[in-house]
């Protein structure tokens, strides 16, 4: 039988053992709950870690061009309070409820694009230190008061495509997997069709030859940390709608959870790689794990524990097969 | 402007902060010509490729002519668009990229181009792979490959854009032999599509192999051009430093009655088999071999750092097992890498902090915090016995005259008492001048008693320095030599064999 190098490189990608390792989990959550393997379930976990989904994204274009990028929760509350309570106040429509919030986000990533740029201090400093800024105006100005009373039209949301299940369940798609999707199509394009998305690449494989080549890093940078911006924006709309709450405490603070889920999914911390694929698996595998959990009734406390369990145990597995790779390239024929 | 010429620079100066980097260089290049510039570090080399590559640009007075077009105002994008490409030592290649990407990178760079296209960026690369009959795969990321390869996608990323002018900064310096020949060849070939090159090496022998034309830089000053034939690297050894340097051989002899390292049929999987060889106190072992030969996994066998398999080592008749560096240090072994010999200061810091820095442990009082009048008394001690001149222990390092610098270095390993010391390829990227001061250092360490193993590519360096030289191939130890009895050539032809 012939299989193609394609075939090859991806049986022996990251994505594939994290693709394996999913379907494992989701076949011992299949046995072992009753409720994990229904369309209800699955359809519960992807609505509500779309949000989620959409700042992974964000963050795995930040760590491919050689950066991080913590302050984005902030950035995502700050986006949806402002937007929500513009439109409780003046009303509006769906696109003002999606040009604020992407406005805000495109705005706090070029502070965050300036201060990386110009004062060359490690991206992780800079943005901790804007998260509390971001963070923390936000918390004085508003006191932390949470908002409800959201108008009518953003309570019932949008959505395409209802249908209705054998067991007369009705579903939609609903504005969060839209967006979900849309944002991966827009970011997969990107990085792989785009010249900008390239260069994103380049730069974090080789910031040093990237100066050499011309590159603008300027403008490379202003565009991954606004567009990381943008999609916090975004996914600051779409956790609002779903709860129909805005809470200043309610993302703030999950952050390391969707570093976890990039990380996971390939992306290096040291910048230069990472895939949509990869990422997309990386949320998967928390979504689900966390979800299954549940499921077994096992106590919140817990979820955290294994979530960083399972980090130690993907990166313990990529520096081995590192190792192994390294020991390869030094054998001599003896 | 001569027509034959690609690019004239007249009256170039540089100054940076006060130092002159560059004063009234004139430069000319032809027309798909060979020509090497060669000169100690801070001779203005780096300097001058930068005015070239519009980096830097030159003070008012200097003109740069490029294909008979004065050009007052040259930066990087422009002379890349004048068809200037620098490769630098380190490549600057994308080693999360594929060959294609990395070859046909400009594509990207494109105005107006907003998409890519991967089958012309493919087709770019294999385009500029065919001129100078290369072939690798394509698809394959820059990182998997070897250090000959990536410079090979260098070359021809500059090709892909269309270079006119290629300079390449120490291009042999990571390479083997085999492959400095086919980097040779390769340079031959863009010669014949009337590509002009300059080289900026160190290795004087292998500039004179391939240049047509030699430009000596001396201390911001430019000595000459010299036709390559009418030179040596004798003459150009001269030129470049001013002063007569010719390494003394050795003339030391050492203690063949005590054996302080025996190594018997000692053997590890993939590294090396059945190697057995014998060191005595003052010795200096010469190992040598091709990269791959497995000398550095033997070395660091030695050191503790890659356990053997099977055999056995003896140190003064003593069978050790070392497992660790920790253990081998503890047995009086050395290990210095690639040019750690001279960077092993820490050039900021005093003489005296310099010198009781690897063995603090033996200075301290009952509390364990440093006993300064012990250091103090041991210091004073080394620096005297050494002859170092200072006007107290108290100044720093880099104030000191260069070979004041090494006597420092020589105190420090003295103070560890190392009975081995092994100094893995010590004169790689260290220029001539600089280059004598490490052999003299090693000269001394032996006549202290220490039992040297030297391993290095260089067989002058080899022949002046060694008592004895084992050669190395495919793991195994397959010739030893003494100095007196093979010339060079025989001995370069051994170690390229097979």
């Known amino acids: 039988m012939k299989v193609s190098t394609g075939t090859v490189r991806f049986l022996k990608s990251s994505e594939f053992y994290l693709f394996l390792v999913i379907a494992g989990l989701g076949a011992i959550l299949t046995v072992v709950t009753e409720d ?209 709450t805005v809470a200043p405490n309610s993302i703030v603070g999950r ?80 | 402007m001569n027509g034959d010429n690609f690019l004239e620079l007249r009256n170039i100066s540089k100054r940076f902060h006060g130092v002159q980097a560059l004063k009234d260089v004139d430069f000319e290049l032809r027309r798909g010509e060979i020509q090497c510039i060669v000169g100690e570090n801070g001779s203005g080399k780096s300097t001058l490729i930068k005015i070239i590559s519009g980096v830097y640009t030159p003070e008012p007075g200097g003109t740069i002519t490029i294909d008979g077009v004065s050009q007052s105002d040259i930066t990087p994008a422009k002379s890349t668009h004048l068809g200037i490409q620098v490769i630098y030592q380190d490549h600057s290649l994308f080693p999360n990229l594929t060959v294609a990407e990395n070859i046909g990178i400009h594509q990207h760079l494109e105005t107006g181009r907003q998409f890519v296209n991967w089958k012309k960026l493919r087709q770019t690369a294999r385009d500029a792979m065919s001129k100078i009959d290369v072939s690798l795969d394509v698809e394959r990321l820059v990182e998997k490959l070897s250090v000959a390869d990536r410079q090979l996608v260098a070359i021809c990323r500059a090709i892909a854009a269309d270079a006119r002018l290629v300079i390449m900064d120490e291009p042999t310096s990571s390479l083997t032999r085999q492959e400095v020949d086919a980097l040779f060849k390769v340079v031959r070939d863009l010669q014949q599509k009337s590509i002009t090159i300059v080289f900026v090496s160190h290795r004087l022998n292998e500039v004179m192999e391939i240049a047509e034309r030699v430009t000596i830089l001396r201390d911001g000053l430019k000595v000459a051009t010299f036709d390559a034939k009418d030179m040596d690297d004798h003459k150009l050894g001269f030129l470049m430093t001013g002063q007569e340097i010719s390494y003394s051989a050795l003339t030391n002899g050492f203690n063949r009655e005590k054996t302080i390292l025996e190594v018997d049929r000692l053997s590890k999987k993939g590294n090396y088999r059945d190697i057995s060889f014998d060191l005595h106190e003052g010795e200096v072992l010469g190992f040598t071999g091709l990269l791959g030969s497995g000398r550095t996994e033997l070395a660091l066998s030695l050191f503790g750092m890659n356990p053997p398999e099977s055999g056995q080592i003896r140190i ?55 006993d300064s009048g012990k250091q103090k008394a041991f210091i ?87 008592h004895r030289i084992l050669l190395m191939r495919k793991g195994r130890l397959v010739g030893q030599y003494l100095p007196s009895e093979i010339s060079e050539k025989e001995l370069g032809q051994k170690i390229n064999e097979g």
């Open chain 1, 36 to 244: 994990f393997f229904s369309l209800e379930n699955l359809f519960d976990v992807l609505v509500s870690y779309s949000f989620l989904g959409i700042m992974a994204v964000g963050l795995m274009v930040v760590l491919i061009s050689g950066g991080i990028d913590i302050s984005f929760t902030a950035t995502a509350t700050v986006a949806q309070y402002i937007m929500a309570s513009f439109i409780i106040q003046h009303g509006g429509g769906w696109w003002v409820a999606f040009l604020i919030p992407v406005t805000i986000g495109i705005m706090l990533g070029a502070v965050n694009a300036a201060l990386v740029y110009n004062l060359r201090v490690h991206s992780i400093i800079i943005t901790i230190a804007t998260l509390n800024v971001f963070y923390g105006v936000l918390i004085f100005v508003t006191r932390g008061k949470w908002i409800y009373n959201f108008p009518d039209w953003f309570a019932e949301g949008y959505s395409l495509f209802d249908f209705s299940a054998a067991d007369g369940t009705d579903y939609s798609f609903s504005l969060s997997i839209i967006v979900l999707l849309a944002v991966f199509a827009v970011t997969g394009f990107l990085l792989n069709r785009t010249s900008i998305g390239r260069q994103i690449y380049a730069m974090g494989g080789n910031m040093d030859a990237a100066k050499r080549m011309g590159f603008n890093l300027l403008k490379l940078h202003f565009f991954v940390y606004c567009y990381m911006g943008f999609l916090a924006g975004i996914a600051g709309l779409v956790q609002a709608q779903l709860v129909q």
């Open chain 1, 255 to 334: 952050e390391l959870e969707v570093v976890a889920a990039v990380v996971l999914g390939g992306a290096s911390l040291a910048g230069g790689a990472g895939t949509l694929l990869g990422t997309i698996l990386g949320v998967t595998l928390i979504a689900i794990m966390q979800n299954g959990l549940t499921l077994l009734g096992v106590s919140s406390y817990w979820h955290k524990i294994v979530i960083g369990m399972i980090i130690l145990i993907s990166v313990s597995i990529t520096a081995y097969n590192r190792k192994l790779e390294e020991r390869r390239h030094a054998e001599i024929d003896v």
């Open chain 2, 316 to 370: 003064n008749g003593e069978t050790v097992h070392l497992a660790t560096n920790h253990e081998a240090i503890a047995r009086g072994i050395g290990y210095v890498p690639e040019d750690r010999l001279t960077l092993g200061l820490i050039m900021e810091q005093p003489v005296g902090g310099n010198i009781a820095l690897t063995v603090l442990k033996t200075l301290l009082t009952r509390c364990n915090l440093i």
């Open chain 2, 380 to 466: 004073d001690q080394r620096i005297s016995d050494l002859n170092i001149r200072v006007p107290d222990a108290e100044v720093a390092v880099n104030t000191l005259s260069g070979g004041n610098q090494q006597r420092v270095v020589l105190a420090k390993w003295i103070a560890t008492h190392p009975k081995i010391l092994i100094l893995d390829a010590p004169t790689v990227g260290v220029d001539v001048a600089a280059k004598s001061g490490i052999y003299e250092i090693v000269k001394r360490l032996a006549s202290h008693g220490i039992g040297i193993i030297l391993i290095s590519d260089e067989v002058p360096e080899l022949l002046s320095n060694c």
